[in-house]
């Protein structure tokens, strides 16, 4: 089974956590049934729309910088130099290689 690292905000992770808890699942297994349900319909299982009450609507000034920056190093304003690991075991040197570093 494969693990997938998400960046979410600390309040969505909790309230989505405690309303899936109140379901009877936990996170996990909700992210698990959304990306099934995803492949079931060929696409995203639901209508995207802005009517979300209380939810960020525009970016956080971290997820816009992240933004800002990968759309520089796309224009080549700014050298690229991330690292691209195609096997586990690379992503692995690489990060011990970076702890090495610290």
């Not at 309230?15 to 909700?30: I, K």
């Not at 639901?46 to 971290?62: C, H, I, V």
Request: charged content about 30%.
């Amino acid at each position: 089974m494969g693990k997938l690292v998400a960046n979410v905000d600390d309040d969505v992770k909790e309230r989505a956590a405690a309303l899936y808890e109140s379901l009877g699942m936990n996170l996990s297994t909700a992210v698990n049934m959304f990306l099934r349900q995803s492949l079931a319909e060929d696409g995203l299982p639901f209508k995207p729309t802005r009517r979300y009450a209380g939810m960020r609507l525009t970016p956080t000034e971290t997820t816009r910088r992240a933004m800002v920056e990968a759309e520089a190093k796309e224009l080549g304003v700014v050298p690229d130099d991330s690292v691209v690991c195609d096997t586990a075991a690379d992503a692995h040197d690489h990060l011990r290689k970076l702890r090495e570093r610290a």
